[in-house]
């Protein structure tokens, strides 16, 4: 539910953009179409399945549902939306429980029981999630993960 709303919102956002793009300018030909450009090389997006880049080891549970997901290989950079059917504060504690016994270190937790966000490092990456809770005992997370700097 949360990412269908993230969805309606940016979809929004794009027409009200080229809206008022159209009416800037009256010299602008309305007979141009536009085109999306492809992504650039390295750059692939998915959903539902997680990206060959996750580390096998960062926890997922089961009843997880995976979203949209985006890798750019030129940037070392994973992301990801999972969407769980539980409460925020359950998700919150589930990785803050399942990502230290998988090898990774926890650098910062913190939020409130609407928006809370993690943040960790270990097994090559570096990771941060936003847990957002959508009501209903359904929550999302925005998951980042970058190459780790070593």
Same mark, same amino acid.
């Given at each position: 539910?949360?990412?269908?709303? /993230?969805?309606?919102?940016?979809?929004? /956002?794009? *027409?009200?953009?080229? /809206?008022?793009?159209?009416?800037?300018?009256?010299?602008?030909?309305?007979?141009?179409?536009?085109?999306?450009?492809a992504?650039?090389?390295?750059?692939?997006?998915g959903?539902?399945?997680?990206?060959?880049?996750?580390? @096998?080891?960062? $926890?997922?549970?089961?009843?997880?549902?995976?979203?949209?997901?985006?890798?750019?290989?030129n940037?070392?950079?994973?992301?990801?939306?999972?969407?769980? $059917?539980?409460?925020?504060?359950?998700?919150?504690?589930?990785?803050e429980?399942?990502l230290?016994?998988?090898?990774?270190?926890?650098?910062?937790? @913190?939020?409130t029981?609407?928006?809370?966000?993690?943040?960790f490092?270990?097994?090559? *990456?570096?990771?941060?999630?936003?847990?957002?809770?959508?009501?209903?005992?359904v929550?999302?997370?925005? *998951?980042?993960?970058?190459?780790?700097?070593?």
């Amino acid at each position: 539910m949360q990412v269908s709303r /993230l969805l309606a919102a940016v979809a929004a /956002l794009v *027409v009200v953009s080229l /809206l008022a793009a159209g009416c800037g300018d009256a010299s602008v030909d309305s007979t141009t179409t536009m085109v999306a450009d492809a992504p650039p090389s390295g750059v692939v997006f998915g959903r539902g399945s997680v990206p060959d880049a996750v580390p @096998g080891s960062f $926890p997922i549970p089961d009843e997880a549902v995976i979203g949209a997901t985006l890798v750019d290989a030129n940037r070392g950079l994973t992301e990801m939306i999972l969407t769980f $059917p539980a409460a925020g504060d359950a998700v919150v504690t589930y990785y803050e429980e399942n990502l230290p016994l998988r090898g990774y270190e926890i650098t910062d937790s @913190g939020g409130t029981d609407a928006d809370w966000v993690l943040e960790f490092s270990g097994e090559g *990456v570096d990771g941060m999630m936003r847990i957002t809770t959508g009501g209903s005992g359904v929550s999302s997370a925005a *998951v980042q993960l970058t190459d780790a700097q070593e």
